[in-house]
């Protein structure tokens, strides 16, 4: 394989992963009381989030034929009605901080200074 294409390659491997994100060791994870039911509200951004699942990645998408981080988010609360701002800087500084996560709530992590969006599917979580 000639050095040109190894450099491409390398640079798709370091871009798929500052793309891949993950929580950190940060996160506290609890399980919520018993009587913390989901609100309708959150049950309709989790399954339009999961809906997406599998969705193409496309830069600035947020449609299903292909979506981003941030247009991930917005398609997800869109569904439940909720409107969120496209970028996830913007959506990071609109949407108000919590001190417990709940499922169908915002975690968002920062790469290189940019913040980044993840839907909290599972239990509740301490985070931001």
């Excluded at 506290?28 to 018993?34: K, R």
């Excluded at 988010?73 to 001190?99: C, K, N, S």
């Amino acid at each position: 394989m000639p050095v040109r294409d190894l450099w491409r390659v390398w640079l798709l491997m370091v871009a798929l992963t500052l793309l891949a994100g993950c929580a950190g060791k940060e996160l506290a994870v609890e399980d919520p009381p018993s009587h913390e039911g989901l609100t309708i509200d959150r049950v309709l951004i989790l399954a339009a989030a999961e809906r997406a699942l599998g969705t193409p990645y496309r830069f600035g998408g947020n449609t299903p034929s292909g979506v981003d981080c941030s247009g991930l988010v917005q398609l997800a609360y869109q569904a439940a009605g909720i409107p969120v701002p496209r970028t996830a800087d913007d959506q990071f500084r609109a949407l108000p901080e919590v001190d417990r996560a709940r499922p169908g709530d915002l975690l968002f992590f920062d790469i290189s200074g940019v913040a980044r969006p993840a839907t909290w599917a599972s239990t509740a979580a301490t985070a931001r």
